[in-house]
Structures are given as structure tokens and as C-alpha cells.
């Protein structure tokens, strides 16, 4: 099982970035997945979550409107659109599978930097 998330990178505020969670190994459209942050010198944050059809999508209020999640089972990938991006998102973001009972498979995480 491997979760490979990419898309970070170096944005200003306000800015967008997408990033991508390619999985292998297993059918991620069998699972719920979910987007968790470290920023540094904190705990990991929960950002959000997608059920298993994607009708179900939630979001942490900090991100909530500016976030979005979506997934492409035909591509067994995750995605998160961030817009609006603020200095407080600067953050490893992780892509998570979640086993049902905790979160069992986390991927490498890429790397948000909003900064002018």
C-alpha cells in the first residue's frame, strides 16, 4: 500500500495550489480518505475527508470554503483544490486512508509554503 501525495509548493496568500494523492496497492474508491496537516512545531489537523462514492465531503472549519476535495476512482487519486491560501496553511499536507476503525495507511505528504 502506498499513498504518494503531490502539489505543494512555494504560493503567495491568497493563491491556489492543487495537490494530488496517487495510491497503489489497493483500491482507494474502497475507502474513505482524508487530507490530515502538520504545520510546523504543531500536532497533525485534521483538513477533510471523502466517503467511498464522494457524496459524502467535510471539511475543518478553518478551511471550509476555500478547500475542496474530490476523487478520481478511475485514477485511484485524492485531490485537494486549495484556494485563497492563507500563511496559517503552510503545513505537510498528508493524504490518509482511513481503515474504518483509525487511520491506517498515511502517505509522505508534500510540502505547502504560502509566504510573499
Known amino acids: 500500500v502506498q499513498l504518494q501525495a503531490s502539489g505543494g509548493g512555494l504560493v503567495q496568500p491568497g493563491g491556489s495550489l492543487r495537490l494530488s494523492c496517487a495510491a497503489s496497492?489497493?483500491?482507494?474508491?474502497?475507502?474513505?480518505m482524508h487530507w490530515i496537516r502538520q504545520a510546523p512545531g504543531k500536532g497533525p489537523e485534521w483538513v477533510s475527508v471523502?466517503?467511498?462514492?464522494?457524496?459524502?465531503?467535510d471539511y475543518a472549519d478553518s478551511v471550509k470554503g476555500r478547500f475542496a476535495m474530490s476523487r478520481d476512482a478511475a485514477k485511484n487519486t485524492v485531490y485537494l483544490q486549495m484556494n485563497s491560501l492563507k500563511p496559517e496553511d503552510r503545513a505537510l499536507y498528508y493524504c490518509?486512508?482511513?481503515?474504518?476503525?483509525?487511520?491506517?495507511?498515511w502517505g509522505k505528504g508534500t510540502q505547502v509554503t504560502v509566504s510573499s
Open positions: 496497492g489497493f483500491n482507494s474508491d474502497l475507502y474513505w
Open positions: 471523502i466517503s467511498i462514492d464522494g457524496g459524502t465531503i
Open positions: 490518509v486512508r482511513d481503515g474504518g476503525t483509525h487511520m491506517d495507511y
